[in-house]
């Protein structure tokens, strides 16, 4: 991955399916929209491991280039600053979406097993797998220290249930990156009409999460 990325390969398409080669800094822009994202949003996002490798990869080719660069020379240290900001980026995107695994674990488990078919993923293989982890884990110590103790009839518990889910009625800042019309901000009750907006690209807005997070999810919007 010297010069660029196909966008096949980031969004897993089949061979017929056009290629579009990004160059490494759209890449980063990719990664750094997703980072942005997940920092922001209530809720876990749809899972980007295919752009994790890839941003590894360009790390990889970054550092080899490097270490051709003549000791001493300005461009060393341009280039050691950058690898070291997509390296933060990086590891903060993959620390959010651990923090909120282990927030809303039974959450998250339930809503990966009850995806359709094609759908995307949420949670790559080995996040999928450190959700079962956790949840064993959390089981077996709630148990020993302390449902044990307990009368037979409160021995068990419902982890859905214990564990709160993400709030996605919370209001998350964005910056519209395509036009929209008509979108719902607030439905009809007894007390108010329902409150419709334009959002024009560009612009900026405090909104409900759960109004926006289908623009969040195409793309059409960006958290900020």
């Known amino acids: 991955m010297a010069d660029g990325v196909s966008d096949s390969d ?5 061979e017929s399916r056009e290629e579009v080669t990004m160059t490494p800094a759209e890449l980063i822009a990719r990664l750094e929209q997703a980072w942005l994202n997940e920092k922001f949003s209530p809720e876990l996002m749809e899972n980007k491991s295919e752009l994790v490798e890839c941003v ?5 080719h970054m550092e080899e280039n490097l270490q051709r660069v003549r000791k001493g020379d300005v461009k060393a240290s341009v280039h050691r600053m950058e690898i070291d900001r997509i390296r ?10 651990l923090q909120k695994i282990e927030r809303f674990f039974p959450h998250v488990l339930e809503k990966e097993k009850s995806r359709a078919d094609g759908d995307p993923s949420f949670l790559s293989p080995e996040e999928f797998a450190f959700a079962k982890e956790f949840l064993a884990n959390t089981e077996v110590y709630l148990r020993n220290v302390a449902l044990k103790h307990m009368p ?13 889910e993400p ?7 964005l ?12 439905p009809e009750t007894d007390e108010q009409r329902e409150y419709v907006v334009d959002l ?14 289908p623009l969040v999810a195409s793309g059409a919007v960006q958290l900020i």
């Open 10 to 14: 980031l969004s897993g398409g089949e």
């Open 56 to 60: 590894m990869e360009q790390l990889t």
């Open 88 to 97: 933060f980026v990086l590891s903060s995107y993959l620390r959010s979406r």
């Open 152 to 164: 037979p009839n409160l021995q068990s518990i419902d982890m859905l249930k214990a564990v709160p």
């Open 167 to 173: 709030c996605l009625d919370s209001f998350v800042f």
């Open 175 to 186: 910056r519209v990156k395509e036009r929209q019309e008509n979108i719902l901000v607030e």
């Open 200 to 213: 024009d690209k560009g612009s900026q807005h405090l909104m409900r999460y759960r109004t926006i997070a």
